[in-house]
């Protein structure tokens, strides 16, 4: 803005033959330039008074990208604070980040994808039917068929800029093994930005007076018809699925644990509030509990997945999570971690709590050492909980496991037709 005033001053100290308005285009076309420091600054008026604006419009430039590095420092000293008070200590997440990543590899411990997963699947799969349009709009922006008028000259630019992050940000994560969709979600706004050009130039005429078409447009207007059509039905049809039958279970199943804990029944058959505890005997992330079941009283515990960062890089190959694990021998698992299950639920709960009262030490499921009234340390396995939550291909074992305790099936999720992953395959129980 400062600048902007700086050259309505200049402006108005000429006179009015040289205030016309081709000069006022110049001018606008000079305040755009100043986003380009590689261009020189130029000033075609006639008289001296030219040399003060180009005294000017340099002091702009300089003001401009002094103050992307001020504000740049601003942005990177707060990120640096709020990390220090996160993590008590002075860390540089984003270092962090390719540490992880690229020199200890520990990303692989997730899963190896190809170096083109992005191009081939990650893209394919953020935009569907949008892909062909995505795809032009990034042509069109990088390599525009006219040089950009004065008034074209800012969204030019900003689409060159949207293209270079939408291609940049896959291209350097593909130097990492693990790849996923979802870390370049966020280039989702961008694509489509970049898509909406293409896509309502290429379906125009369809709302367009068909007097105003030539013979050929008119000529292939039921293709785009049909073409449409099928865009809008295929998007409709993958929204209905992927949010009504595609694995529905991990967020049904909550509903039912929280209501459990929150709504009594008339007589009471569920545990009270105080009561509930659970423990998600699934793969990593398989439910996101840690954000539905928020709740003083709901307590949880869940089989991790940490990555071997105790380890060196040549035991990384066989090492084993703690859901990998269980997966591996869920009754070994079971008899090492949890011991004999419980013949009453109850019991077991009451016995929970005086045991937090002993010692003082909140329960999080976890296996924790703790001082006892003596001040001796001892580990504390993991514990048996009132509500076991597990997938379908798992229930003849547990069932087989479970025999004779007080465990009883008390809900039973559907979870769609099928799933690539055999330890997610079946219901929720």
């Not at 990384?316 to 070994?332: I, K, M, V």
Request: charge should be positive.
């Amino acid at each position: 803005m400062s600048c902007l005033l700086q050259l309505v001053e200049v402006v108005s100290k000429w006179s009015d033959a040289q205030a016309s308005l081709d000069t006022r285009l110049l001018l606008g076309t000079h305040y755009f330039d100043c986003s380009r420091p590689g261009d020189k600054t130029r000033a075609d008026i006639p008289g001296g008074r030219g040399r003060h604006l180009r005294v000017s419009i340099t002091l702009c430039r300089a003001i401009e990208i002094n103050s992307d590095q001020f504000y740049s420092a601003i942005v990177l000293a707060s990120s640096a604070v709020v990390d220090r008070l996160y993590y008590e200590q002075w860390t540089f997440p984003p270092l962090r980040f390719l540490y992880f990543n690229l020199a200890r590899s520990l990303s692989v411990h997730y899963g190896r994808n190809d170096w083109h997963y992005y191009l081939s699947q990650g893209y394919p799969l953020l935009l569907t039917t949008f892909l062909p349009f995505a795809l032009v709009g990034l042509y069109q922006s990088l390599f525009p068929h006219e040089p950009p008028t004065t008034q074209s000259l800012l969204t030019t630019s900003i689409k060159r800029q949207l293209a270079n992050t939408s291609l940049m940000v896959p291209f350097i994560l593909s130097f990492i093994s693990h790849k996923e969709v979802r870390f370049i979600y966020p280039l989702l706004p961008p694509l489509h930005t970049l898509a909406a050009a293409p896509f309502t130039t290429y379906f125009l005429s369809l709302i367009s007076p068909s007097s105003s078409l030539s013979p050929k447009d008119r000529k292939g207007e039921p293709l785009k018809r049909l073409f449409l059509t099928l865009v809008l039905l295929i998007n409709l049809l993958l929204a209905i699925f992927s949010t009504q039958f595609h694995q529905p279970a991990p967020l049904s199943v909550l509903a039912y644990l929280r209501s459990r804990a929150t709504t009594p029944t008339n007589p009471p058959q569920t545990a009270p509030m105080k009561d509930i505890t659970i423990a998600f005997l699934t793969p990593c992330h398989s439910t996101p509990w840690r954000s539905h079941l928020i709740h003083p009283s709901l307590k949880a515990w869940a089989l991790t997945c940490e990555p071997p960062l105790h380890l060196p890089v040549s035991q990384h190959r066989t090492y084993l999570d703690e859901a990998d694990q269980f997966y591996h021998s869920p009754s070994h698992w079971i008899s090492l971690h949890l011991g004999r299950p419980p013949k009453n639920i109850h019991e077991q709960q009451l016995r929970l709590a005086a045991l937090e009262t002993a010692t003082g030490v909140a329960w999080n499921g976890g296996t924790t050492s703790v001082d006892d009234k003596s001040g001796r340390k001892r580990e504390r396995k993991k514990a048996w909980t009132s509500h076991l939550v597990f997938f379908g291909q798992l229930e003849d074992e547990m069932r087989h496991l479970l025999k004779g305790s007080g465990y009883g099936v008390c809900y039973r999720g559907w979870n769609g037709w099928g799933n690539e992953d055999w330890r997610r395959r079946g219901g929720m129980v």
